[in-house]
């Protein structure tokens, strides 16, 4: 993995100025990362063997015993596992569908509908064991289930707080096989944990890898020199465009098996820099079908943007060939290979990008596997934690999200609203 600062117009003086804030930072999240009433604790990514088996022998379990596996959870506590999922592929032995993340009939209906004729497990997720979204998804589908099974207890999965919580309780009481969500970690920072390693594993990969290149990620970025440590050098650079008026960040992957990845970061950086009236505002696009969409506004839109481009090498090497009567003029192309256009796109792209006032910070991986996607992972945790402690907010607390519920809860007469 490369992290590219060359289209930025930041001197090095500037990025210099922040080394002593930085290090601070970096001293305060080192000293607080094992105590267990922080949230701090995603900074460890070394998970006990004990539980790495045990999630590994539960995906084997899940794996045998049915054909669709349903992830419910919303937010941090689903984003992580499906954008891993997503990016790094499931062998289809197991289907997964999502659910518990919204709240859409015809969604939900479409699930029942489509696990009538099929076998089928549930991971239910969540720390509080009362997020509304996932609460009312699993109430139904445990239902569907304890109507068409005699073992449903031995079909459903539960992923919660240690010691509390409604969904604690009932896998306690019902003794579903269940997994405990650290308690010093938040759903956002939740990836590399036992949160939302057992969906993971249930898609067959493999979840050690994934774990060793955090762990990789995590030694690389103690380097504690401004200038050379990419991670530091990315949440500095955010700061200083926000401070000259960048106030969005679009993440573009070239990539699409990176759509959900782009989603999982748009939350982990949404939701820990936006508060206390600051922060930059990330978006998400997939290029190079969104720069059919919205490369007018990047390229002439207003001026407060900049982005961050993820480019990832194929392996595949599929070519275009001559054609004998070039009807469609791309002979042109004949001999290269779509990876070699996409990059000539993303090199294009950013050219026109930056002449036009949008800043570029370019993350290079040479492929998409479980250890750079681990790597990568722990990087935008790091960066984003440090980021907003630069910006002056807490990273690792989310207020305003209440207030929509309260309301909600209002008008659906919830006791005590
Ligand atoms: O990052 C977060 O903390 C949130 O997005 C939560 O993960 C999300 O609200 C779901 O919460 P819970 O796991 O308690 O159901």
């Not at 015993?65 to 062998?91: F, H, K, P, T, W």
């Not at 990836?191 to 493999?206: G, H, K, R, Y």
């Not at 792209?349 to 996607?373: C, F, Q």
Request: glycine share 6%.
């Amino acid at each position: 993995m490369i992290v590219k600062f060359d289209n930025l117009d930041i001197l090095d003086e500037d990025i210099l100025s922040y080394q002593d804030r930085v290090n601070k930072i970096v001293d305060d999240l080192n000293n607080r990362k094992n105590k267990i009433d922080d949230f701090v604790g995603w900074l460890n990514v070394d998970i006990d063997k004990e539980e790495i088996d045990k999630i590994k022998t539960t995906a084997l379990k899940i794996r045998k015993q049915a054909q669709v596996l349903l992830v419910i959870g919303i937010g941090g506590s689903y984003l992580g596992a499906r954008a891993v999922i997503e990016a790094l592929g499931n062998d289809k032995k197991l289907e997964i569908i999502y659910v518990g993340h919204n709240l859409s009939s015809d969604y939900i209906q479409s699930v029942i509908d489509y696990i009538k004729d099929k076998d089928f497990a549930i991971n239910v997720i969540s720390k509080s064991g009362t997020t509304t979204e996932p609460a009312i998804a699993f109430r139904i589908f445990r239902e569907i289930m304890e109507q068409r099974y005699v073992d449903a207890k031995d079909r459903i999965y539960v992923t919660t707080d240690s010691k509390v919580g409604a969904l604690r309780s009932l896998a306690n009481d019902k003794g579903y096989t269940s997994f405990a969500i650290p308690n010093n970690v938040g759903g956002r920072y939740s990836v590399l944990t036992s949160a939302q390693l057992l969906p993971i594993a249930c898609a067959n990969i493999d979840i050690e890898r994934l774990l060793k290149g955090a762990k990789e990620a995590s030694l690389i970025y103690q380097n504690n020199n401004v200038m050379n440590n990419e991670c530091y050098r990315y949440a500095i650079s955010r700061n200083i465009l926000y401070k000259n008026d960048k106030f969005i960040e679009i993440f573009a992957n070239y990539d699409n098996r990176l759509h959900y990845f782009s989603e999982w970061w748009k939350q982990l950086y949404g939701e820990s820099e936006g508060k206390d009236n600051k922060g930059i505002f990330p978006t998400n696009l997939d290029f190079t079908t969104d720069l059919h969409s919205m490369g007018q506004y990047i390229q002439q839109g207003r001026r407060n943007i900049f982005e961050t481009i993820i480019f990832v090498n194929s392996n595949y090497d599929i070519k275009i060939s001559k054609n004998i009567d070039n009807s469609d003029n791309l002979n042109y192309l004949d001999g290269k290979t779509i990876n070699y256009i996409n990059r000539k796109a993303m090199e294009g792209t950013i050219k026109a990008h930056v002449e036009g006032g949008v800043s570029n910070i370019l993350i290079e991986l040479e492929r998409l596997d479980e250890l750079e996607l681990g790597k990568l992972i722990f990087f935008f945790e790091y960066a984003c934690a440090i980021s907003s402690m630069l910006m002056g907010v807490n990273p690792f607390d989310q207020p305003g999200v209440e207030e929509y519920k309260k309301n909600m809860f209002k008008l659906l007469n919830k006791p005590g609203f």
